[in-house]
């Protein structure tokens, strides 16, 4: 059994987040634009929008802490793994129909689909440097 770094999993979700809101913005999505939609679907403000999104990118990121050990395939490749079943079951199937956007945002169109897979994508390179580092140290030869 193995510990979480809670430090290291919030920090990782947090610039995850960070980079996941910096992509979105390089793809013309806008600045903060999840978290203006939560904000606007809960009636509860931007403010609220960005706390919970936050919020969200530091538990997935302890989420995945919890369970990498038990991910298949190499290190670099199980926060890759865990997204992409994430963005399928949760944003996919859940967030995108609740919001109106349809199943995989069809009603959107197909690229949202495939944008919501590559932001989640990015947004989980900090946990390779974050928590992948001490969950699987590099063994000396």
Same mark, same amino acid.
């Given at each position: 059994?193995?510990?979480?770094? !809670?430090?290291?999993?919030?920090?990782? @979700? =947090?610039?995850g987040?960070? =980079?996941?809101?910096v992509?979105? =913005?390089?793809?013309?999505?806008? $600045?903060?634009d /999840?978290?203006?939609?939560?904000?606007?679907?809960?009636?509860?403000g931007?403010?609220? @929008?960005? %706390?919970?999104? %936050?919020?969200? *990118?530091a538990?997935?990121a /302890?989420?995945y802490?919890? /369970?990498?050990?038990?991910?298949?395939?190499?290190? $670099?490749?199980?926060?890759?793994?865990?997204?992409?079943?994430?963005?399928?079951?949760?944003? !996919? %199937?859940?967030m995108?129909? =609740?919001? @109106?956007? @349809?199943v995989?945002?069809?009603?959107?169109?197909?690229?949202?689909?495939i *944008?919501?897979?590559v932001?989640h !994508?990015?947004?989980?390179?900090?946990?390779i440097?974050?928590i992948?580092k001490?969950?699987?140290?590099?063994?000396?030869?």
């Amino acid at each position: 059994m193995h510990k979480i770094n !809670w430090k290291n999993a919030i920090l990782a @979700g =947090l610039a995850g987040t960070v =980079l996941f809101d910096v992509f979105g =913005l390089v793809m013309g999505m806008g $600045w903060w634009d /999840i978290p203006a939609l939560l904000g606007e679907k809960t009636g509860l403000g931007l403010a609220y @929008g960005v %706390f919970g999104h %936050f919020s969200n *990118g530091a538990l997935l990121a /302890i989420l995945y802490a919890g /369970i990498a050990p038990s991910l298949w395939g190499p290190a $670099w490749v199980r926060p890759f793994i865990f997204i992409t079943a994430q963005t399928i079951a949760l944003v !996919w %199937f859940f967030m995108f129909p =609740l919001v @109106g956007a @349809g199943v995989m945002g069809l009603n959107v169109g197909p690229e949202m689909a495939i *944008g919501s897979l590559v932001r989640h !994508w990015v947004y989980v390179i900090p946990y390779i440097f974050l928590i992948n580092k001490e969950l699987f140290p590099k063994k000396e030869a």
